[in-house]
């Protein structure tokens, strides 16, 4: 079976020019790569599951809820988080915990993480419960014409959008995570070989893994392609309002909305439960799945956690601020959730290496 680590070694098609970049570093320091979550909905002040506002400094994700099941001495499955967030980052997010664990808040706390703020709630933070993310980043050691630059493809990025790439982090350092998917798909690895502690959180992951790095090519060769903001015939497009999707049957109407952003292009993430497109779109999408010999049925093998979904190919930015500061440029946006920050930064650096270094 061809190694699905290959797909990571194709660079990303940008929308802006390849030649065009800032240069510089993204995260010298912890402090330059700063993430907000923005919630969905607030702690209402009552329940049983208590809500914390946490601040964390260069760690990552997993080692978070492993402190917090550890300190306030409750199983780890009992943590609730909206998303994942950046290792080498200042981050803050809410976490929900059962209410019972209170009485041990103050043991919390250490050099690298705070409880900034706790309240009640009803129900357990789940994953997706957020709106997105608020981003501040520095890259440092620019190049002399870096502002020049940076202007020019923040322009392009704000008119055309951006492509709505996995970042490289989803894949763990040199492919494990999605070598691992590979692993659990093909019946080579069984999920009870994997340490108990770990083994729900690392199965998604890696399965999850798997559907991106497929997206991403899909992604990559509809760009290059020229069909970045093209609607075909058989195309399952979404409504932006309302995450709804549909197979086009009318490319002319449905491109029209698509410049109205009234609706996107999707991509799939394989299983069960993914709509399918039409036509010649249904064969150009399940064609990739042929070259790593994979079938569409290996994925009903975790069906609750490969149920399929469509994502959007395209990323559509409101604002993206740049300015200069001392050493480099800060960069200010927001994104929806699961979107990356470092696909944003690597029009601007031209380099996935970069953008994503150390992030988790």
Not at 2 to 27: Q, S, V, W
Not at 108 to 119: G, K
Not at 323 to 348: K, N, S
Request: glycine share 8%.
């Amino acid at each position: 079976m061809p190694e699905l680590t290959e797909l990571l070694k194709t660079p990303h098609e940008y929308f802006t020019d390849r030649n065009m970049k800032i240069g510089g570093t993204l995260k010298s320091e912890p402090a330059d790569f700063r993430v907000e979550e923005i919630p969905i909905y607030t702690p209402s002040g009552e329940g049983e599951h208590l809500y914390l506002w946490i601040e964390k400094e260069d760690i990552s994700a997993e080692f978070l809820l492993q402190h917090l099941a550890k300190t306030l001495q409750i199983h780890r499955n009992d943590v609730g988080v909206a998303g994942m967030k950046d290792r080498r980052a200042i981050t803050r997010q809410w976490v929900s915990v059962p209410g019972s664990a209170e009485a041990n808040l103050s043991k919390v706390d250490s050099d690298q993480i705070r409880v900034l703020d706790s309240n009640r709630h009803t129900n357990k933070l789940k994953t997706g419960h957020l709106r997105g993310n608020r981003f501040t980043l520095i890259v440092r050691e620019v190049s002399p014409e870096a502002k020049a630059d940076a202007e020019s493809i923040r322009q392009v990025i704000l008119s055309r959008g951006l492509p709505n790439y996995f970042g490289t982090q989803r894949f763990g350092i040199d492919g494990e995570t999605l070598q691992t998917g590979q692993k659990l798909l093909s019946g080579e690895l069984d999920p009870q070989k994997i340490p108990y502690q770990r083994r729900k959180f690392l199965t998604r992951l890696a399965l999850s893994a798997v559907q991106s790095a497929l997206f991403n090519r899909l992604l990559s060769e509809r760009t290059k392609l020229g069909l970045s903001h093209k609607v075909q015939l058989g195309d399952v497009l979404q409504v932006v309002a309302s995450g709804g999707p549909f197979v086009s049957d009318d490319p002319r109407t449905d491109q029209r909305r698509f410049e109205a952003r009234e609706i996107v292009t999707t991509g799939p993430l394989f299983g069960p439960k993914m709509k399918e497109p039409a036509g010649d779109v249904y064969g150009w999408e399940f064609a990739i799945l042929d070259q790593f010999e994979l079938s569409p049925e290996v994925f009903g093998k975790f069906k609750k956690l490969t149920p399929g979904a469509r994502r959007p190919c395209l990323l559509w930015l409101d604002e993206l601020n740049v300015e200069e500061v001392d050493d480099g440029l800060q960069f200010q946006f927001e994104l929806p959730t699961g979107a990356y920050a470092t696909i944003v930064m690597e029009e601007f650096l031209k380099s996935a290496a970069a953008a994503a270094a150390d992030s988790r």
